[in-house]
């Protein structure tokens, strides 16, 4: 079965450069989840998108943005780049439940393996 | 701040022995599913059990909820070397901090074990 695609999959970037990351979700999954884990820590929740419109924000620097297009592929823009942003980042796609709360959402994530990116 | 916190930090046992993590999160709750992560890898779903459920299966694994306490366990049975990796449990907290969907994961339990 198909399952969620990240690229690429290691990245090294200079301090104050810039990186997009990119995130193919599951076919007919409509939501997007970007997550960000540190060396040792637990992933932490970054900003998500449904139906192409972002649907919840975390801990996500203003010096990063992302999008959701038209074929539910998402982006991730870092710009500035720190060396504190080396980390792992997970795309995640979920397909919600369309009831009458159209951001309830109890379905599973599927996380993709994730890109490493390294700051120097 | 975190959500869920999971103990113990780290569990080593033989091969062949049962292997239980625990974790606790602080609000009420749609869902809470465990996540496997090996080294440096990404995150494999494993189980999901609802805030309506008190106990699921999968194979080796059994998932029990107490929503009174606010705590899960998971336990693995029978264990082999192929189980070392990281777990992690992961809530879906519809009103923590106002966010919908997103999960928010404890620190998760190094697991190790020796063949």
């Known amino acids: 079965a198909a399952g969620v695609i990240q690229s690429p999959r290691h990245l090294i970037k200079e301090k104050r450069e810039t990186a997009t990351l990119k995130c193919y979700p599951i076919?007919?999954?409509?939501?997007v989840y970007w997550y960000q884990q540190g060396p040792g820590q637990d992933p932490q929740f970054l900003i998500s998108?449904?139906?192409?419109?972002?649907?919840d924000k975390g801990s996500i620097p203003d010096r990063f943005s992302a999008q959701q297009f038209s074929d539910y592929h998402s982006e991730l823009n870092m710009s500035s780049l720190e060396l504190g942003d080396s980390a792992l980042y997970f795309c995640?796609?979920?397909?919600?439940?369309?009831?009458?709360?159209?951001?309830?959402?109890?379905?599973?994530?599927?996380f993709g393996p994730g890109t490493r990116l390294t700051v120097l | 701040s975190q959500q869920g916190e999971e103990d113990p930090q780290a569990l080593s046992i033989q091969e062949g022995e049962n292997a239980t993590m625990n974790c606790s999160y602080k609000?009420?709750?749609?869902?809470l599913q465990w996540y496997r992560q090996n080294s440096g890898r990404g995150l494999v779903h494993l189980i999901l059990?609802?805030?309506?459920?008190r106990e699921k299966h999968s194979g080796r694994l059994r998932v029990t909820l107490d929503t009174s306490k606010k705590s899960s366990s998971l336990l693995i049975t029978a264990s082999r070397a192929a189980d070392t990796a990281s777990y992690f449990c992961?809530?879906?907290?519809?009103?923590?901090?106002?966010?919908?969907?997103?999960?928010?994961f404890g620190k998760g339990t190094k697991l190790s074990v020796k063949p």
């Open positions: 995640a796609s979920s397909g919600l439940s369309k009831g009458p709360i159209i951001y309830s959402s109890t379905d599973t994530q599927y």
């Open positions: 076919p007919r999954h409509d939501t």
């Open positions: 998108f449904y139906e192409k419109m972002q649907s």
């Open positions: 609000t009420s709750i749609n869902n």
């Open positions: 059990i609802r805030s309506n459920e």
């Open positions: 992961a809530t879906d907290a519809e009103n923590y901090g106002g966010s919908q969907g997103n999960l928010i």
